[in-house]
Structure formats: C-alpha cells, structure tokens
C-alpha cells in the first residue's frame, strides 16, 4: 500500500500545469485512446513550436501522457483512497464474473416447489463458464409501474418475503458468491417511501444480508449511500450502471459498469486507470458475440457482465464465448493482486501486429495479459523485455513453460495465440511457489481451441401454455356475448421499453418458429361466448362463497378487501389482486376459461382492425381517465362506460384494468400477456410498466409466484367454447 502511495505523489509531482492542459488522449466517454489515436491538435495550439507536427504514436510518450493527465485529475478531485483500503469491502477488487439474474429466472426459482433454487442456478454458470464471483439479482423493473407497488414493495412482496430473500443470500455466500440488489432513482411516481432513498436501501440490504447496491441508471451513486450502510453497520459495496458524471464518486464507488466502444485498437477504462483497485464490469447485454467486450475487459484486466436473461429474453451465451470466459475468469482470479497493480502499463509494446498486452508489475512477478485482435493466428516472438537473471517465464494461458531467447539484456518469448484469442504470460523470481496446480488445469483446459466451440447463437423456444377447451354451449350464458367464428388478421405488437427488434423479444406463438417482437397471422377463430364485463367483485365473492377457495401463496390476495369482502361500492368494479392461479380457479368453477389472446383482441376489435374498440379516434367518453398519482384510486365500475363497446358489443376492454389471456414459458422465463391496459400511469419515469391500450399493442408480465404477481390493476374475463 505505501508503494501505491508513493507512486501517485510522484506521479503528481511530475505534472505541470502546461502538460496537464496539452494532453492529447483525454478520455472519451468511459475510456481513453491507446497510443495510435492521437487526435488533432487543436488549431489555438499551432503556434506552439513542434506541437502542431507532432503527432507521437510511440508507447512512451502516450504514456507519459495519461500518466501525467491522471495526476492532475486525481488532485482537482482531492483523491482520497481511504475506502479501497477497508479490508471488509476489498472483495469487490477480485469482483471479475458478474451475471445480472432476473428474480424470476426459472434456474433461480421454482414455482412448482415454491423455493428458490441457488445450487441449480450455479451449477448451470459453473457447468457452461466456470462460476461467478457475484450475482445481480433483479425483482423490479420491468414489472414496476404496474400499479402503485414501489421498488421496495416488491422486495417484500417476493415469494416468502424477506426472510425468504435473505435465505437466498444466504445460500450464495455458501458457495461464496457475493450478492447485488438494484435500487431505483427514477421511481418517483409510485407509493412514498417514507424515508429518503439512501436510508431506505440502507434498511432493507441489512435485513436481507446482501453485499452490494447496483444504482440502475446512476452516474456515480452518491455519496450519501455509502454512508447511510456504514451508519446502520452494514458496509455495501456501490456500483452505478452509468459512466460517473462527477469522478468524485470515484471514492465511495468502488466499482461501476462499463459500456464500451470496442474499437480495433483496445481502449483504456478511464476509471480503471485512475484507480487500479477500482472494479470495472463490462456490460454489454443484447451483444450476440462477446468476444470484442471479453478481449476489452482481460487487456484491461477487469470484470464482465456476464447477463444472459434480460428482462426476461434470452440471450445465452454462445460455448465459444463461455469457454472464452471460462479462461480468462480463471486467469483474473488466480492473479488478481497483480491486476491492481499501481503501475500498470496498459499498451505496452509487443512485436506481433494485431496484438496488445498490458502489463501488470507485482513484487518478485509481473503478469502481462495479451488479446490478439486478427482474424488469424498468430505464432512466433510475441514481447521482447528486459531480461533479469533467475527469472521464469510462464505462458499461463497454455499452462506450459516459456524459454526465453537472451540477446544481450532482453529476453523475447515465444508463444501462439489463436484468431481473436488470448494471451497471458507470467515472470516470477519465485518458481518454486509457481502456480503447478493451476498451469495443469490451464494446459488441460486449452488444449482444445475456441474455434472449436460452437458461436452460434440460438433463440430459447417458447411455448404456450394450453388452455383445455370448456363444455360446449348452444346458447349465451348469463352475462355472455357470442363472438362469430371468422377469418381473424391478427397483428399485434409488444411494447417492452427494451430490445429494438432482436429475436428473443417478446413471445413466440404456435405458428412461428421464434419470438420477436412484432406479430401477424391470420387465424380461423371458432365461435365462443366472452364475458360482457370483466369479472367483478361481486362475481368473485359468490366464487368464494361456493368453494371456500384459498389460494396456498395468499399474499396480497384480494387485497383491497377486509374480512372476506370488498369494500363499500364495489360490487360492479373489477375484482383485482388475483393471480393467473386465481383466475383460472374462478373459471373452472364457472365452467369457464380463460381467453386466448387473439380471442380477446378479436371480440375487441373485430376485424375492420379499428385501432381502439370504439373506433380508430381516442374517445376520453369511452374508457376511465388515466390515473397518474403516488396511490391508486379504486377501479371504474365496469359498465361506466357504455360508448366503449366492441363491435360485439363487448365491453371495459380498455383503460379499467389489464386482462389476463396467454401465458408463455421457456426454459428460464414464464410470462403473461395481459390486454387492456391498466387505467394506472405512475408518472415521472419512461421505464414504468407501458400502457398498451391500442387494439395491435400487448404488455408481457413476467410471472415468478402469486404474491408478487397479484396486482392492483390486473383482472379478467372468462370464454365459453360454442358449438
């Protein structure tokens, strides 16, 4: 530590003012150039003598360069390194592997068992790319927004709640992994808190035991976090997604995300050159081919996002890139003291074109990490350098022994690299305590090439769940309109925030052979019988009252009812705080079922494809007004609105509550699609749950169990099969 001391106070006794304000590789974003991108410089600087002309490329000069920029930085922001130094929070430094889980994730959870599945969930990254060092575990967004639960509810609202969850952490730090939850700025339009954000993720960490805090969208999490756990005795590590708008934060924030722009020539990560113990993890989540952010993150010697289930797509990692990950995790770990090395030299010189290596100098050994950036092999001399005596030389990435060719006072090494593959080369005085174990492991590992492994990357397969046919009926039963059978167009979109138009997104219907986001079909629709209004309060109560039923997970089981029964008034509006489970139960005692989807779109829209079911013009007298408040107000009743009939004269099909139809599952995600539309908009934030209230628009809501999927702006309507 004070070998790091000393080298940051001589660095900045080196700068001068004049050198600080030339430097001509600042950083761009998150990173900063190598030496073969010196930019222009600036025309107000060509009077200066040999400025204008030159235009150094040569490793020395730019590294002189962003050495003496990172001494003037880190004494404008009056650098303090005291929070690297806590040994308690010191595990964030070897933080390489870091999957982003959502909560519902099927390898996490089982529905079936009612319990979470951490061992299954690990053997799966352990089998495919050789473990994780932390886990992300994502329970909000995308389903935040859906009514006015904010992100804190939906902790609590977790399967088995708190102590549930903190038996999950738990059982990571058995297998020795170390837990993240998100907390969300940008959740200002729900229900209040109470408490300022700081203090209350404070709280709730320290109940459930986790080790660290993703700030979703922050850029650079304040410092007022970072206090809040020290004041409750529960340190956490902090990790903003987004590049830091103030590098202050650079202190408390001990590691970040990194969104990178993968040049050929490999870029520095600006904060990992500021502070070598600082962890970054690169993030790069629809990417289908990882190898540019993998290569960026082992030349930098630095962490990767390793987040396959994006809000519920997806988007595995191929086996080319998982055993690629497999080798460089192995590698970082197994020498992490040297990658924070306060003298690191990113870039330095190698003598094969398409190779790039940094450099990692420790006491008594030196790591140097290599990325070949050709599209072909590489063999023969690789790095020439000082040559010392008594040293041996290690290709770690091969688990073999180099020797070296001596020429006077240098050593060159020798070794290959395959096409967009990997180096590591290890110098020690120490040989006798060379890491044996590990070069055997690495030797048995590499001997069979990436290209070897498969690159292509494959959609999951989705499936429907079926849904039995009813008895059939020969006429309208109460409450019922018939719907004709018809040639039906069906078209309809989803409205996830996230995914653009990637295959993976959304849901795969039976005729097509992936998911994606956009949908259209024509299909033969047989004539059934749709219930005229949603299912309401009233109804459910008689359902109740018939079968005693109650739900195993009854968490927020019709909620906003006391004792039993709804409240004053409700009779005529939409019974809410009813799971998928729950509605189906209620069908099936009705003689009933749940509507397909293109069932429900049908009966709404008919087929003129009108775009609302009144017609194609917003009509603010045919659906309830959009709530934007922190509280839900209650639901409409469900005849309120008469001009909102379909042409089947069906009618609330729009802006009251969403409606339960399909659900979907693959081998990690079960989902619903609900149609309608919620009159609930919490206001303040683009990433709330979207409304979808035209007839060709569709919201996916990720199921996990009861309790968190019951909501209070989600009811039903049930079908009869006709003959």
């Given amino acids: 530590m004070k070998a790091y001391k000393s080298y940051i106070l001589v660095s900045a006794l080196f700068t001068s003012t004049l050198v600080a304000q030339l430097n001509k590789y600042r950083p761009t974003g998150e990173q900063i150039p190598g030496p073969a991108s010196a930019p222009p410089a600036p025309s107000w600087l060509g009077e200066m003598e040999g400025y204008a002309r030159e235009r150094p490329s040569e490793f020395q000069n730019w590294l002189s360069d962003i050495q003496a920029w990172r001494a003037e930085y880190l004494t404008r922001i009056g650098y303090n390194d005291a929070e690297y130094r806590r040994p308690e929070l010191q595990w964030a430094q070897r933080n390489f592997i870091a999957p982003q889980v959502m909560v519902e994730d099927r390898y996490l959870y089982d529905a079936t068992k009612g319990q979470y599945t951490v061992d299954r969930y690990l053997n799966d990254l352990d089998t495919r790319y050789g473990g994780v060092d932390s886990v992300l575990i994502w329970p909000v967004y995308p389903n935040l927004g859906i009514d006015d639960r904010n992100l804190f509810d939906f902790y609590h609202d977790l399967p088995g709640g708190l102590p549930a969850l903190r038996k999950l952490v738990d059982d990571f730090h058995r297998h020795n992994v170390k837990v993240f939850f998100p907390m969300m700025p940008w959740d200002v339009g729900t229900r209040p808190e109470g408490l300022p954000l700081w203090d209350a993720v404070a709280k709730l960490m320290t109940e459930i035991n986790a080790d660290g805090v993703n700030g979703d969208t922050f850029a650079g999490v304040p410092r007022a976090y970072f206090e809040a756990a020290d004041k409750v005795g529960h340190p956490l590590v902090f990790q903003p997604e987004n590049e830091f708008a103030g590098d202050e934060a650079l202190m408390w924030d001990l590691q970040s995300w990194g969104y990178w722009d993968n040049s050929w020539e490999p870029k520095i990560s600006k904060m990992k050159w500021l502070e070598t113990r600082h962890m970054v993890n690169v993030c790069n989540r629809w990417a289908r081919n990882k190898t ?432």
């Fill in 292 to 723: 540019d952010d993998l290569q960026g993150a082992f030349f930098n010697g630095v962490g990767y996002v390793s987040w396959e289930n994006i809000w519920g797509v997806w988007n595995g990692i191929t086996p080319h890139d998982a055993e690629a990950l497999r080798r460089i995790a192995k590698i970082e770990r197994q020498f992490f003291p040297l990658l924070v090395s306060p003298t690191w030299e990113p870039h330095t010189p190698t003598l094969q074109y398409g190779s790039f290596a940094s450099k990692f100098p420790g006491e008594g050994q030196t790591l140097w990490t290599f990325v070949n950036r050709n599209k072909y092999d590489i063999e023969g001399n690789q790095i020439r350098i000082p040559y010392k005596a008594g040293i041996k030389y290690f290709d770690v990435y091969h688990g073999i022994e180099l020797t070296p060719k001596i020429q006077g006072e240098s050593a060159t090494l020798e070794f290959g690299m395959e096409a967009q593959g990997y180096g590591a080369i290890l110098a020690t005085s120490q040989p006798d305590s060379g890491p044996s174990t590990f070069l055997s492991e690495m030797k048995t590992l590499t001997a069979k090439q990436l290209k070897e492994y498969s690159s292509e990357w494959k959609p999951l397969k989705q499936e429907i769940v079926p849904i039995a046919p009813t008895q059939k009926s020969a006429a309208a039963p109460d409450g019922m309109v018939k719907v004709q059978a018809g040639d039906f167009d069906f078209r309809v979109s989803g409205v996830e925030i996230e995914g653009d138009n990637s295959e993976g997104l959304d849901v795969q219907y039976p005729w097509e052979s992936s998911p994606r986001r956009h949908h259209l079909h024509t299909i033969a629709v047989k004539s059934y019988y749709i219930d005229k209004y949603p299912v309401t309060n009233a109804q459910f109560k008689k359902f109740l009252d018939s079968t005693g039923y109650r739900p195993k997970d009854d968490h927020n089981f019709l909620r906003n009812w006391t004792n039993g029964q709804y409240p004053d008034g409700w009779a005529k509006k939409p019974v809410t705080w009813v799971s998928l489970e729950d509605a189906r139960a209620y069908a099936n005692w009705a003689g009933k079922r749940l509507p397909h989807e293109w069932e429900w779109q049908y009966a709404a829209q008919g087929n003129d494809h009108r775009t609302y079911p009144w017609g194609d013009d917003w009509n603010v007298d045919a659906a309830p007004p959009p709530d934007h408040g922190r509280t839900m107000r209650a639901p409409t009743d469900v005849d309120a609105f008469p001009k909102g009939a379909s042409p089947f004269g069906v009618m609330d099909l729009v802006g009251d509550v969403w409606q339960w139809t399909d659900e979907y599952v693959d081998d990690h995600t079960r989902a619903a699609i609900l149609r309608g539309s919620g009159y609930y908009q919490p206001a303040g934030s683009l990433w709330y749950f979207p409304a979808a209230y035209k007839l060709h628009e569709h919201g996916k809501y990720l199921l996990i169990s009861p309790s968190k999927d019951r909501s209070g702006s989600i009811g039903f309507r049930c079908v009869v099969d006709a003959e």
